[in-house]
């Protein structure tokens, strides 16, 4: 009998692992270590914060331009993605979409309206040719 028979299977586990969220930081804590960035004074010392800390270079030049254009303020999180719409736009958005819909509608009403009235035209115009020819012709 050999070992695996006895040993029972691991099986990989079924279910998925929830999506990681984004890393925050607060403005204090970004304020905290470009300050210990800036008071460095030999070289190598800012890459030993930034592998202390888990964080890359572009934390450090996005967070000093940041803190160029406004202050600790500018240091606050953001939110991440399309900002919300104004709901007076996203109704105005839908009302104009329905417009639209509604006129794409009667432009082809109208169009096949114009279809039929010169077919129309072309049937009394032949009725008339018609009629004419046969009242000459009698």
Do not use: F
């Not at 029972?8 to 984004?22: A, K, S």
């Not at 104009?96 to 077919?119: F, G, H, P, T, Y």
């Amino acid at each position: 009998m050999s070992k695996t028979a006895t040993t029972p299977q691991l099986l990989p586990d079924p279910e998925v692992e929830p999506r990681p969220l984004r890393r925050t930081y607060t403005a204090e804590y970004k304020a905290k270590i470009l300050a210990e960035c800036d008071a460095v004074t030999e070289a190598g010392q800012i890459g030993a914060i930034l592998r202390r800390e888990g964080l890359y270079s572009s934390h450090l030049v996005d967070w000093r331009r940041r803190r160029a254009e406004g202050g600790l303020h500018g240091l606050a999180p953001r939110k991440v993605g399309r900002p919300p719409k104004d709901p007076i736009v996203r109704e105005q958005e839908d009302a104009l979409e329905r417009l639209k819909r509604e006129n794409a509608k009667l432009q082809e009403k109208l169009r096949r309206a114009e279809i039929i009235v010169d077919a129309q035209k072309k049937l009394a115009e032949v009725l008339n040719s018609l009629r004419a020819a046969s009242g000459s012709g009698e």
